[in-house]
Nanobody, 124 residues
Framework: QVQLVESGGGLVQAGGSLRLSCAAS????????MGWFRQVPEKEREFVTG????????YYADSVKGRFTISRDNAKNTVYLQMNSLKLEDTAVYYC?????????????????WGQGTRVTVSS
């Protein structure tokens, strides 16, 4: 079992930045790919980015390429999402997820463990 706890969400103006963190505990963090998804009301959870183990393979959704950066600190069992140049449409609840594979995936059903989510609100 892997427990995931996200933090770092909040309110930010358009064009600003936020960094989300996801701390993992429980089973070893090693050999787990990690992903970030986001969800707005009445829509399906959307893939944002994923990073493999130990961190060489990274995928981004087209909507965040060049603005968001995922990274992981394996010594701290933590994955980060640096979000720059935030837009109104980035407003969502952001979820961290862990996948029992060394490669990330862009589909929700490929992930085994989920955090509770952290809310990001981008204002004009």
């Amino acid at each position: 079992q892997v427990q995931l706890v996200e933090s770092g969400g909040g309110l930010v103006q358009a064009g600003g930045s936020l960094r989300l963190s996801c701390a993992a505990s429980g089973r070893t963090f090693s050999r787990y790919a990690m992903g970030w998804f986001r969800q707005v009301p009445e829509k399906e959870r959307e893939f944002v980015t994923g990073i493999g183990w130990p961190g060489a393979t990274i995928y981004y959704a087209d909507s965040v390429k060049g603005r968001f950066t995922i990274s992981r600190d394996n010594a701290k069992n933590t994955v980060y999402l640096q979000m720059n140049s935030l837009k109104l449409e980035d407003t969502a609840v952001y979820y961290c997820a862990a996948r029992g594979s060394v490669l990330p995936a862009d589909r929700e059903r490929e992930y085994d463990y989920w955090g509770q989510g952290t809310r990001v609100t981008v204002s004009s």
